[in-house]
Nanobody, 119 residues
């Protein structure tokens, strides 16, 4: 498995979760060259981009999660995190991690992790 996403679960509105995206078989130089996205897909809806972290460490967010979600990277662990705060029912979705390296021609997808926000 090239990419493993985890950390989903059931949380009440207003709660927090931290998702992890690990690339255990990727060497560090490739990981550092990667642009990594978190995307989500809710039932009956199209997949949407939630947050991105480029190889240059620039981060961007969808308007719907700005000021609530934070994407970060730990190079030593070859892991990207998505800290999700003040979760709302509309955040319920399966969350996917996508890691791409143009210099090395890599494009990895995880299996997704389910986040359910409900009281």
């Amino acid at each position: 498995v090239q990419l493993q996403a985890s950390g989903g679960g059931l949380v009440q509105p207003g709660g927090s979760l931290r998702l992890s995206c690990v690339l255990p078989r990727t060497i560090l130089s490739v990981f550092n060259s990667m642009d990594i996205d978190w995307l989500r897909q809710a039932p009956g809806k199209q997949r949407e981009l939630v947050a991105s972290s480029t190889s240059g460490r620039r981060t961007t967010y969808a308007d719907s999660v700005k000021d609530r979600f934070i994407i970060s990277r730990d190079n030593t662990k070859k892991t990207v995190y998505l800290q999700m705060n003040n979760l709302q029912p509309e955040d319920t979705a399966r969350y996917y991690c996508n890691a791409r390296s143009t210099p090395y021609g890599a494009n990895f997808w995880g299996q997704g992790t389910l986040v359910t926000v409900s009281s």
